[in-house]
């Protein structure tokens, strides 16, 4: 089953295993998240789950956003997000802790990333500067020349550039949960996540999918041609046998 929560990023740290080696971790205060609203394949075309996150007064919200969670008999709430949970047994009012995941989970997290402002095209792109000798001038750190002639006379789109860096939805693919603390609406992710300290994180179970084990002879040729080498006992894969 398909599992989610909202939460912030507290920051990084670092722990050591049963074997004394150190995993660099990302700590998140997951929910606790109130499920908001329910969309089914028979009413809206598609399943999903609304929850929202952090209280909020009611002056903080407009009509239409307040009329939406009195319909749901839910406080008022700050951050609402969508998920896609296909098979879900969450219905409207449920509260969504950290322990919905357990140590061993593959999660993915979104966030927004950090902002860097306005920034040249080394930061922002890693192009390189032009040569610093021979009287390159005080442009040594510019983009340069790149217009094109009388046809197509312009740049074309997707050319790299300066201009504001950061703040970009990020999505990091397949973490693990190292651990998890209830008490505490504790998430213990390893690696690190987008986004500065206290940002708004989104924690879904992972979409990729684990690689299915097709026993020893899977990675056997069929070529003829490489049949010999699999044999040929002067091959180090051969002796290693």
């Not at 209280?55 to 969508?82: F, M, N, Q, R």
């Not at 983009?143 to 300066?162: E, H, L, N």
């Amino acid at each position: 089953m398909q599992k989610a929560i909202i939460g912030k990023k507290v920051g990084m740290t670092q722990i050591f295993d049963e074997s004394g080696k150190v995993i660099p971790v990302t700590v998140v205060e997951a929910g606790p998240c109130t499920v908001t609203q329910v969309k089914t394949v028979e009413k809206d075309g598609y399943d999903a789950v609304q929850m929202g996150y952090q209280d909020v007064k009611e002056s903080k919200l407009t009509k239409p956003e307040l009329g939406h969670l009195k319909k749901a008999d839910v406080a008022p709430k700050k951050y609402l997000k969508e998920f896609r949970l296909e098979e879900s047994t969450l219905n409207v009012g449920d509260e969504v802790k950290a322990d919905v995941f357990a140590a061993g989970d593959k999660v993915d997290v979104t966030g927004i990333s950090k902002g860097h402002g306005y920034q040249g095209v080394i930061k922002r792109w890693g192009a390189q500067r032009t040569p610093m000798s021979h009287g390159g001038g005080p442009v040594h750190r510019h983009a340069g020349s790149m217009g094109s002639t009388t046809d197509p006379s312009r740049i074309f789109k997707g050319k790299i550039g300066a201009g504001h860096m950061g703040v970009d939805q990020v999505t990091v693919q397949n973490l693990d949960v190292v651990q998890v603390d209830p008490e505490l609406n504790m998430l213990v992710i390893r690696g690190a996540i987008p986004g500065p300290k206290g940002g708004l994180v989104y924690v879904k179970s992972t979409a990729k999918v684990a690689p299915v084990k097709k026993g020893e002879g899977a990675g056997i040729s069929l070529n003829p041609q490489k049949a010999s080498a699999r044999v040929n006992p002067q091959k180090a894969s051969a002796r290693n046998k």
